[in-house]
């Protein structure tokens, strides 16, 4: 308690050594003998208390604490004062310039007490002030990082930035235009790495919803028996542990996208309550009684072939249909290879401008290679690949000995190892598959694109199942 300073006041020296005499074993003790004395000393340094007597020639104690406050707002103020005269102060007490007072005799004991609890409660609100403070540094501070997460966040899926020159993109973005205004829900299917996110994005900034929130969910990350009340919340007491209630995915989303992600691996329960909700926008937190109204937009993803999964019983048919509506289907990188170049120059300025390397340049070679390779990871693999090259880049052109080796290789592959027969067979089983992908799986539509009749390409597609299904396939 050493550290509290402490000063007593009062113009009879006796009376003065008393109170000195009171707390000199506990606090740093300063000592005035009239209240001009005592302003000096409140002026020169900092004091905790002050503890005065009333009745004092010149400044009363009561003035004398009323021009304390001028100095330190925050200053205990004790006076000490005769049975008799109490009620002049009821004024100052009242409006809380004076903290307490104490009539004569005075016990050194009382006093003590008295004075404790006073500096106790003056701790409080100095460690809450602290506390608050600090709070406030750190709310500004989770403020910032989180507005540089969302900036870049939306920097690194600026939907603007979808680039594309290909004409299968062009016919998805128009697609898109029509329905990114209204409230239905789209379907984005695609490979991994095609853009299947971006698109979400993009169809939730061009929606009305663009103000409100938009929640990715990875529908497959989700452990099965928390599926639930991740989506649709619980209540307090709803479960052991759930001390306190909790919103689900949907209400966060309400008003704004929820993007459920990989909606193929969603577990069977899940899509159970899933549909429900597709079909009257209602929730059941866990726990609840109560069912409560959501408006959310949907935009699901999957890089499975959903019909497919339906049809072999992994999938729920009636889901399906529930968010089958407006479906897109993003081609994989390969079958728009006019799009791989304006992509690896896009991914490559941006990479420069974050690395600070000015005029970089992809080589005819690198493009040729790169406008060649499969890209099974797609755009993804694509982006990773210049970034990669840009790093190790010195400068100028980024030649071909800069693409790493499974790039380089893929390509090298088919031309060295295989004949040509394996090399025709090759692009016409990538030509098929990628056109049905094309045409949403629909022959018909797959044969016109080809110039071939519906017949043949049926033929020629269990020719590529059975290679496929017996291990020989020589694609990936
Ligand atoms: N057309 C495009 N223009 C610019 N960037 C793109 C484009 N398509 C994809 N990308 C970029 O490629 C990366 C992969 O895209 P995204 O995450 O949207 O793919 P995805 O289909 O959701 O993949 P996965 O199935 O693996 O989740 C992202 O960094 C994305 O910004
Ligand atoms: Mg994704």
């Avoid at 003056?122 to 602290?130: A, G």
């Avoid at 939730?204 to 991740?230: M, T």
Wanted: with cysteine; charged share 30%.
């Amino acid at each position: 308690m050493k550290h509290y300073k402490i000063l007593v006041v009062d113009d009879e020296p006796a009376n003065l050594q008393k109170l000195k005499r009171a707390f000199v074993e506990e606090y740093h003790v300063l000592s005035a003998c009239s209240g001009e004395e005592a302003l000096k000393i409140l002026r020169a340094e900092p004091v905790d208390a002050i503890i005065t007597d009333q009745k004092m020639p010149g400044m009363s104690g009561v003035e004398l604490l009323e021009k304390s406050i001028g100095l330190n707002a925050e200053i205990i103020r004790i006076v000490l004062t005769g049975y008799t005269e109490v009620e002049d102060l009821i004024e100052a007490i009242n409006t809380g310039r004076v903290y307490k007072y104490i009539t004569k005799p005075w016990e050194p004991m009382n006093l003590r007490i008295t004075l404790r609890k006073a500096l106790e409660q003056l701790e409080l609100t100095r460690e809450n002030r602290r506390l608050s403070a600090e709070l406030e540094k750190v709310n500004e501070k989770l403020r910032r990082e989180n507005e540089l997460l969302k900036s870049q966040v939306e920097a690194y899926f600026e939907p603007d930035n979808i680039i594309y020159k290909s004409r299968a993109m062009r016919e998805i973005l128009s697609l898109l235009s029509r329905v990114v205004q209204t409230d239905s829900t789209v379907l984005v299917q695609g490979e991994t790495g095609t853009g299947k996110e971006l698109v979400a994005r993009y169809i939730h900034q061009k929606s009305r919803r663009a103000n409100e929130i938009f929640i990715p969910v990875n529908c497959g990350a989700i452990a099965k028996e928390l599926a639930e009340s991740e989506f649709f919340g619980h209540v307090k007491g709803a479960f052991t542990g759930a001390t306190a209630g909790k919103k689900g995915f949907f209400e966060m989303a309400d008003r704004g996208t929820l993007f459920l992600d990989e909606i193929g691996e969603a577990p069977q329960d899940l899509q159970v309550k899933l549909l429900r909700v597709f079909e009257d926008s209602l929730i059941q937190p866990v726990g609840s009684q109560k069912p409560r109204e959501v408006d959310v937009r949907i935009v699901a993803s999957t890089n499975r072939n959903l019909r497919e999964e339906t049809e072999k019983g992994n999938f729920r048919q009636d889901l399906f249909y529930r968010i089958n509506v407006f479906s897109i289907y993003i081609p994989p990188l390969r079958a728009r290879k006019e799009d791989v170049r304006p992509l690896a120059e896009y991914f490559m300025r941006r990479m420069a401008s974050q690395l600070n390397k000015k005029s970089l340049q992809l080589s005819p070679e690198t493009i040729f290679i790169f406008e060649n390779y499969h890209w099974p990871g797609n755009v993804r693999e694509l982006e990773n690949e210049v970034e990669r090259m840009v790093i190790l880049a010195d400068g100028g052109l980024l030649m071909p000995d800069l693409i790493s080796d499974p790039v380089r290789a893929g390509r090298n592959k088919a031309r060295k190892s295989d004949s040509l027969k394996e090399q025709i067979g090759e692009l016409e089983k990538r030509m098929i598959l990628d056109t049905l992908n094309t045409c949403y799986q629909n022959k018909s539509q797959a044969a016109r694109a080809l110039g071939i009749s519906r017949q043949t390409l049926i033929t020629k597609l269990r020719k590529i199942q059975t290679i496929i299904a017996s291990g020989n396939d020589s694609g990936q």
